[in-house]
Nanobody
Framework: QIQLVESGGDFVQPGGSLRLSCAAS????????WAWYRQAPGKQREWVAT???????NYAGSVKGRFTISRDNAKNTVYLQMDGLRPEDTAVYYC????????WGRGTQVTVSP
């Protein structure tokens, strides 16, 4: 059974930083590309960043230069380092494999507010 467990979300002031983690189990973590997504209240889920199985990365324009995605294959974990947080980054953050719409975790809440 595939499980994705996100953690690390918190309440933070604008300009602050957070590091999100996503622990995956029940699958061969190393062979997949991985992505972070987010869903703000009243909005559809949107893509944030991707890291391939050879560690190439890509970012949405709204987070480029502020967020960094990484992975630790030994720990079956993908990370999202978020710096320079803005109120518009407030959302529930999820990880998954790109183009997969199954096995979503519960996400982790990030709230950015003064």
């Amino acid at each position: 059974q595939i499980q994705l467990v996100e953690s690390g979300g918190d309440f933070v002031q604008p300009g602050g930083s957070l590091r999100l983690s996503c622990a995956a189990s029940g699958l061969s973590f190393n062979i997949y590309n991985w992505a972070w997504y987010r869903q703000a209240p009243g909005k559809q889920r949107e893509w944030v960043a991707t890291i391939t199985n050879v560690r190439a990365t890509n970012y949405a324009g709204s987070v480029k230069g502020r967020f960094t995605i990484s992975r630790d294959n030994a720990k079956n974990t993908v990370y999202l380092q978020m710096d320079g947080l803005r109120p518009e980054d407030t959302a529930v953050y999820y990880c998954n494999r790109p183009r997969y719409d199954t096995d979503w975790g519960r996400g982790t809440q990030v709230t950015v507010s003064p």
